[in-house]
């Protein structure tokens, strides 16, 4: 749910879904009143709190005219662009998050029974491919709608957006029935396994019953071997001893004991089972009718699934202690990002300005990196830190990022405080590593030298944007 707050006085907050739901997959403003969300939010859901909070909607739009809407943002946490898509395809329905250069940064999880992943995070996002032909025109969506039914204050008024009161009418009440019939089955679900464990701990306490009503047994057990330790040999598993306990008084009781424990230890062993006996038969009452008023209440629970609101019937559940909440999976450290061979810089207009970390990572970066448009600098001269302005395919880049470019060259070369400086200018295509050469030497087969004036205020706006995007 998009939130749009007014931009100006007399205007009303307007609320806009974006459902990818596999059954309801839509797109409109929103009438009714919003349940706040309740539990943790997912990855995705996540990813859009940190980046749109705040943001401002530069545009929605239609992708080619396709079942594809596009929500663009400007002014966000991170100070660029950021676009969110909607694919309303059915049953593959998803939504994704954008940079500026429309890598997809997060994306909700596949739809179920769909093994292959299209949209997956990391690579840029492309959308499906376009239908071979166009469906046939047919009835007026908004005639196709059931009209939304009407009171008598609300038929005075009507809505602005008449289309999508309509398609929430139909579609929204469709998914809200059926996510009640999934909360619903979920809660029957997890009633009828408690009634299970309720149902095995009740038979468990009729062993516990079985076993203290021989309490006075294990006791005997332990005063006669208590009485015989002469006569009982180690490491025997049983032992027959006279048994007084009996009325004819020459009987004979058997004795089972442990072949590792000594006479003494086993009599000892025997008499603590005794008073564990003891104690399990108080408590029995108790567990017996907790175990019972719990089995109640859970079949009550049972025949008001299918007549109420899931969510209220969960509720009553867990505060009468009759279920557990729900264990939420310990969230995973997302994995370190891979380390890249450069650090990033801003140029005024937004581009990135790339600075090679080392030697090693120069090669890496002018070599496997820089595309064959890409602008590479590096002072003539001296050593020094490889750059590379970013410039797409078929553009010219803005002096004023060359001269941005310029300024960082010199800043990471032993160049760094001078007045004046050269730099090489060359295209990434330009740049060619020798056989055989040391880390960090190349060969240009083209570009010319720029002579610069280092201007400190420029310097100072170009570290500053550093700062602000990555950690070292």
């Known amino acids: 749910m998009l939130v749009f707050e007014p931009a100006a006085a007399g205007e009303r907050v307007l609320l806009v879904r974006l459902s990818a739901d596999e059954d309801a997959a839509r797109l ?64 593959r329905a998803t939504l994704a998050l954008l940079d500026e250069n429309d890598q997809i940064l997060a994306a909700l999880d596949p739809p179920r029974g769909h093994k292959a992943v299209r949209v997956q995070v990391g690579v840029k996002y492309q959308p499906p491919p376009a239908p ?15 009209a939304p039914a009407t009171t008598a204050s609300a038929a005075s008024t009507a809505s602005p957006t008449p289309l999508s009161q309509r398609v929430e009418l139909v579609l929204g009440s469709a998914q809200t029935a059926a996510r009640a019939a ?45 009485a015989n330790l002469a006569r009982v040999p180690r490491g025997a598993a049983r032992v027959e001893l006279p048994d007084w306990f009996a009325g004819d008084g020459g009987a004979a009781r058997a004795i089972a004991l442990d072949p590792k424990l000594s006479p003494h230890e086993n009599a000892e062993r025997i008499f603590q089972r005794y008073h564990k006996l003891l104690r399990s038969a108080e408590e029995l009452g108790a567990d017996e009718s907790r175990g019972a008023r719990t089995l109640a209440a859970l079949d009550a629970l049972l025949a008001r699934v299918d007549a109420e609101e899931p969510d209220a019937l969960e509720r009553e559940a867990l505060a009468a202690g009759v279920l557990e909440a729900p264990q939420v999976a310990p969230r995973k450290a997302a994995p ?21 970390r080392s030697a090693e ?13 890409d602008v590479w600098l590096h002072t003539a001269d001296s050593p020094g830190s490889h750059i590379v302005l970013r410039v797409e395919k078929g553009a010219e880049p803005p002096p004023e990022d060359v001269l941005d470019a310029a ?31 040391k880390p960090g030497l190349v060969h240009l087969s083209g570009g010319k030298t720029l002579h610069l004036r280092v201007d400190e205020d420029r310097l100072r706006r170009l570290l500053d944007t550093r700062g602000r995007e990555e950690p070292d």
């Not at 004046?420 to 050469?437: D, L, S, W």
């Open 28 to 91: 409109h403003v929103q009438h009714a009143r919003v349940s706040p969300h309740d539990g943790p939010l997912g990855p995705f859901f996540r990813a859009c709190e940190q980046e749109l909070v705040g943001a401002e909607c530069a545009r929605v739009s239609q992708l080619r005219g396709d079942r594809i809407a596009l929500v663009e943002f400007r002014r966000t946490r991170a100070g660029r662009a950021r676009t969110l898509v909607l694919e309303l395809l059915g049953r």
């Open 132 to 146: 071979r032909e166009p469906s046939a025109e047919g009835e007026a969506l908004l005639d196709s709608l059931a």
């Open 182 to 226: 999934s909360l619903r089955d979920a809660l029957r679900e997890r009633l009828a396994k408690k009634r299970a464990k309720t149902l095995q701990f009740l038979k468990g306490l009729e062993v516990r019953r079985a076993a203290c009503a021989g309490a006075e047994r294990v006791r005997e057990d332990g005063e006669i071997l208590k």
């Open 336 to 356: 370190p990002a891979p380390r890249l061979p450069y650090k990033v810089h801003r140029a005024a207009s937004g581009a990135e300005i790339w600075v090679g």
């Open 361 to 373: 990572d120069n090669d890496e970066l002018s070599l496997k990196h820089a595309r064959g448009n």
């Open 407 to 437: 300024h960082l060259a010199v800043h990471f070369s032993p160049l760094r405080g001078a007045r004046k400086a050269a730099v090489h200018v060359a295209r990434g295509k330009e740049v060619h590593k020798p056989r055989g050469a």
